[in-house]
């Protein structure tokens, strides 16, 4: 399935994925994370919320809207306020508003922490979502589980979030990252190839990858692979993509270097390797931001959101109206997390903490967007992960999706139900 393209392309995107879902990023706050922790306290839905009577739901959004995650953590927050003004549209939770408590980790654990501890203490919040660096899902899991809130990650994928005692913390979109391997080795299979190369980033979230890579592609019968590791801050990745070139890859999994992975896609098109490269879960609208019309046919990523699914068009059309973007699979997590949550309180008819975690545990989603249902294990990792797998595809986008696109991602499998992992 080569259609690869063979012309020389700047270097420009050495920037485009600024992070990744693994990690440790630089802080750098914005416009953005100043608005987050004053007019973004206001009820989401305004008008609605406002000509409701009920005592106001207080849900917190925790999520990087600066520093290297802030395109996705900009996604997440946009998929809960509207799912806040969809819910407050219809009569909120039997009358009372949800309002969104909205807070900037800035990308850092210790920013993270502090906005989630003020959520608990000050506003009142029953439950937070929208998590993206692996670090601050790290150090914020570990509070909601001393505090006993209920915690939502989306694209923070550290296998160490999660503990076996965990049960206050969820995942929504990427499972651990021990399981991220899982649709790869099912694309491989699926398109016959049968040489895998990969670059890694030498930290804990790049580490994690290659670990599930040698494991389940390494040992994969008829599978060769070659790895390379390169430092976190790295963007000229020309000398590890020499290295690679004589092993002649079929694939390049860039998902264990998230920061590299535009430049690793536009540099080895320099390089004429002919490989197709994965993503590390991005944001699709960011890939075509940087890399252009290199991105066609050659890159390939992996989603929690099904882009031919009638429900996420019809979602992403109202989404695309409102915000003027493309329906990340971030927005539709953050969506689906809000959605979760006044479904909860409907059902349990309070919005005690303790009382979300125990119906969440229990109980199926059946969410729009998603491939499957949502559900999880007693310590919170998805049960029923099934990832999309996607190619950037140079054609319309269905009517309302991203109007004046010429790209839209082309589904070309979903996986399995992956085993989840296991903390010990």
Known sequence: MRHLLRRPLTLAVALLLLAGCGGAGESGAGAESEAA????????????????????????????????????????????????????SEGGVDGQPLELVER?????????VTALRGMIERDGVVAAGGVISSDVGLATARIAEQEQLPLFMVKAGSSRILTADSRYTFRTCLPAAAMTMGPVASYLQQEGLTRAGAIIADYEWGQSVREAFDEQLGSAEGVETQVEVAPVPET???????????????????????????????????????????????PLATVMEGVGDAAFDRFVDFDCSDYSSPDYQELAARYNEQYDAFMEDDAVAGYGIVTMLAETITATGESDPAAIAEYLHG???????????????????????????????????????????????????TTEPLEPYQPQ
């Not at 900037?104 to 993270?112: L, V």
């Open 363 to 413: 109980n199926t989603f059946d969410l729009p967007g998603y491939p499957s249902e949502m559900s999880w294990t007693e310590w919170g990792e998805l049960a029923n992960a099934t990832p999309v797998v996607s190619i950037i595809r140079e054609q319309e986008p269905p009517e309302g999706v991203n109007p004046g696109a010429n790209w839209y991602p082309e589904v070309l499998l």
């Open 104 to 112: 900037d980790t800035q990308s850092t654990p210790e920013e993270g």
């Open 37 to 88: 922790g004053s007019a973004s306290d206001a009820a989401a839905g305004g008008s609605e919320a406002a000509a409701l009577d009920g005592e106001p739901i207080r849900i917190g959004m925790l999520t990087e809207l600066s520093g290297p995650f802030a395109p996705w953590g900009a996604s997440v927050r946009n998929g809960m306020r509207m799912a806040v003004q969809d819910i407050n």
């Open 236 to 282: 000229d990745f020309t000398t590890y993509l020499r290295r690679l070139q004589g092993f002649e890859p079929d694939v390049i999994v860039a998902t264990g270097h998230p920061p590299g992975s535009g430049a690793i896609v536009s540099q080895s098109a320099d390089l004429g390797i002919d490989a197709v490269v994965t993503g590390p879960w991005s």
